[in-house]
């Protein structure tokens, strides 16, 4: 049987684009992609062993996610990051074929979609009305069908989505990349049940959530010196409230380097001993490939060497 | 004439109730309200001069713009946080008079509004159909008026939106409190040209972003070393791509303690050395009103005493 | 056959009293005492195996020897202290009995000797010549015998020189702790071929030797790091001219705690991968059997804790 | 009337060649030079106004001398270091013109002195005795007088001592450099009353007593960051018991770098805030003449630059 992953919904979205992506990159393109409501949905099915995966977005989309994503990676405690890929945000305007830009008196998108076109709309259609969607990829559907999901009829000439949406729908691509940012990427992350960790690859993310065991100055220095003893880089970092009171925080933080690898295990612990908790979302490889530069000084080979002439000492007295 | 405010429109959004509590905490509630369409547009009418200060949300909204206003307090550099205020993120169900819940056969509001009371949904609405909206507000204003901005007829029969948006469009309030997390709360901050600034109150916020020189291990650490070693403490910390190449960061950063004080001014200087480029957004009351807990080594008594003694060095040579 | 230990020579100085107390408190007191002409002779009978140990001063001697013991000990590179003492520097005058203070025209005694009770020499025997010998005890035997190592004739009166000295010789103390600092305490240890490590007591010493791999601004913090990120204080530290190069240095550090704990095995190790060399030369009790103050995070349970945390994530993926 | 200098005694030592080096450094060779019996006497009188300066060995002397002067700086606490300068210390065999090796039965010096050159002994003169003597030039005084300080005959035929005293007391020398060491090297300081300081060269040193507040694990670390966080480094350092309480530590530092410059002056008014007192003992020209490094973000300019930053914005707000 083959293999089923969630993913933020609805179909055809970017997050769908990120799990086709990701699948490529693994050669199990031929798994089965299920669209989930929301993020904490599509946890939940992982959690529950519905579904063997999900990607959903962690870091700077532009439909929201991050906050919610890390929330409930952090309830779904159990899960574990084992991929990321990066997805360019960029936007078509897509119509029925035959539709011309004259044709349009109206377009749709999800709310957050209309605010990264803003600039193009103004230059070509200025005159069109926004009808606000629940997605960019339901703007497109409901363009395809001449219908909304409840049935009802609607009236916009042209959808701003992805180009996975133009396509999945037969939709023609009146403009393409019409968003004001040029540069707009969004990090998805493939989550699954913990087994088998990733193996190191050279060049790794390691994802925590800790939690400082006090708000003094120099606490959350005294965590991040776990990782500048033994050479470990932050890629990420944003400080969260912790709910728990005023004050205190718990820090999401990207690492460059594998829990395999010696320093990021011995940094690990050392997180763990000085703060209020700690909670390993995974090590997978970088996105970005780029190997991790490591210095001598924090080489598994000196750890090992460091290891070594401990145990003589502890054996032999010297 | 009367002074005129900013803010993240539409109208009777949680960014209109913010810049209400701002007012009114600085006795100036007569000030003119001008609803503006995005955090960006709202910042340039500041810095163009157009009105006398602008409310901008920047941490933790349910209706996003954290990313956007960082961004866009950025790019319009002269500006200057003066001013925050804590506003709770709670939604009604709000019909037009004489409607019950039974009646309630379709439902508005932005996706983000939708997505925080799904569950409450699920609860009481079970059949109702969603329509999306550019905003809650928008939500209310469409069902108040029974047709949409462009004029279009509505078919919804409640609201998800702020009581503000309730209250200012007629609205009846069936349900209350209705969020699936009773604990949201968005930041927002008012935001001017830069002159004098609000003097030190004893529990004051400074704001700054920062790009470190370089991506070594370490490089973090030194810049938050020189916080640490003036006893200085951070309660926000985020991480954000510079854009200017691979693995460069800037940070931006909420610090507690106000420029007038010795550490924070000696701290800040400490960063511009360190750092490759250092804005200064603001130093301003603390919306919780804690006071700053100082060591003794960090007051401005301890720098003006070690200050003397180094003149007494530097003059008479002991 | 009964054990055999070094000391300093010659016989009846502060290091045979040091040594006294050494087997006393392990319930060895019938162990030889053998003195030597020199800390590096002493040293090198033990790495010989010609002798089962030997006590020699390691800080604030008033008779110099610590740069002298360091250095011996880094050249004997296999041997390990195992036991520390501190003794009260306190000097008598001492007489052949019957002689009174009216009769001493001259004394004798070491330089550092003489050094050490001018003021008492000054208000007690102001007329009195000093007469040089190589060691305190020395000037009490010479005036016991009534000549000098190579027998010539000696003419002074009175030996400026520690208690056990007097007693030893069977002169009469005319006048107890004469020096003009009461409180000079001089710490020695006992040192053997590696072997078993003294078991850990709570209350332990750790000493080092470890040169920097460069002399830039941070190297040192880098090092000292390793001991802060594990909660590890330093009672003695002193920097040294490795020989090697300018600008280089080797640091002689003591250190509160023993190598069986596992704060203590982590630091080393780290100290031994950023360092360019490093030597252990033993963790034994504390003479002043204070037991150390341990943090939470830093106990062996907090590490035991913390590799189990990481075991379960190695092997479970959570 | 010509300036009058201090040193420590007697006359011919290694500590009045320094002084003599330091003269002709500082172009006034002419100055008188006085003998003083010991440390303490040669800064009381310097304090007192007495004698326009001293010159004392502070580090690494084979005369002792360090904790004796970093003890007497303390106490004389007004006084100031102005120059250092580093004497090679080389032991030559002086005898009365004539002497041959072979009519040594006897030798003479300090015992420090004996102790080093035990090995060119045990090779050459092998049977001779040895005698002490209260210091190195008084060997060599007595044998060219034939009697010691108090009149008395003195039996030996050669003095191991510094070659100024071979010359000084017209003895000719039968071998040179016979130390078992051939690199000891003491450094002496010239010591005066506080008064301009000796201005900033780009090779300085700057020489600091501090005592830690705390003994807990990190209150030395903390003292260090101060020199870290601008880019200081240290030449030298070693604890030393306050004598205050048990665990209680201050430490003697040479750091790298003059009070005139803005990063050694913000470094010594933070470790003024953060140590329980702070000593500052002087900045004056390194006798290494190596010019100090300093990273772009610590220079002068840099601070400068910073200053003028924090200027701009507590002025104009931005």
Redesign the interface.
Known sequence: MSERYGYLGPEATFTEAALIALMEARGTAYAARVPMK?VDAALAAVAAGEIDGAVVPIE?SVE?GV??TLDALSAH????IVAETLVPITMVLAVKPGTTLADVR?FSS???G??QV?GWIDDHLPNA??R????TA?AARDRAHGTD??G?PV?HQAAVCPRLAAERYGLEILAEDIGDRQ?AVTRFVLVRL????PRSTGADKTTIVAAL?S????A???M????????????????R?T?DG??L?Q?SIDLTGH??EARM??A???V???TRS?Q?LGSYPSA?E?ETTVAP??TDA??A???A??QR??T???
Chains 1, 2, 3, 4 share one sequence.
């Open positions: 929301n700077n929201g906050p919610a405690g159990r899960l574990q109206a999800h709310p957050h209309e605010a803003r009305v926004y606000p969607a629940s997605s339901a999901a409840a009802a009236d540069d913990p087994g088998r960790l065991a708000d003094r100055a120099g959350l220095l005294e991040l010196e776990q990782f500048s003893t033994r050479g470990i880089n932050l890629s990420r970092i944003e400080s409230p709910g005023l004050g925080y820090f829990i395999h295990a011995e690990l612990t050392g763990h001993r000085v700690l390993f970005d780029v000084e924090n000196a750890f060497d460091a290891s002439w401990l000492i502890l032999t007295g010297k």
